[in-house]
């Protein structure tokens, strides 16, 4: 599995800067609205190539075999 993360950044004039790595899709606002909760006020978003990718969900079917 590729790494995830959220880089946050303060400049100096406190001014909050976050980004995701690695988490594709809209869950990556999912994860940054936990993150920073209502925080701040949002003044703007800029969507990467990441935010249009899905997510791939890895399942694992088991197979039982049963004797008859």
Not at 39 to 44: D, G, P, V
Not at 48 to 58: A, R
Not at 60 to 64: G, R, S
């Given at each position: 599995m590729?790494e995830?993360?959220i880089?946050?950044?303060?400049?100096?004039?406190?001014?909050?800067?976050?980004?995701?790595?690695?988490?594709?899709?809209?869950?990556?606002?999912?994860?940054?609205?936990?993150?920073?909760?209502?925080?701040?006020?949002?003044?703007?978003?800029?969507k990467?190539?990441?935010?249009?990718?899905?997510?791939?969900?890895?399942s694992?079917?088991?197979?039982?075999n049963?004797k008859?």
């Open positions: 590729a995830q993360r880089v946050i950044t303060i400049d100096e004039n406190g001014k909050i800067n976050a980004s995701t790595e690695g988490i594709k899709g809209e869950i990556c606002l999912d994860e940054l609205q936990e993150l920073l909760g209502n925080m701040e006020e949002i003044q703007s978003i800029s990467t190539d990441e935010f249009y990718q899905s997510n791939e969900l890895k694992k079917n088991k197979i039982q049963k008859q």
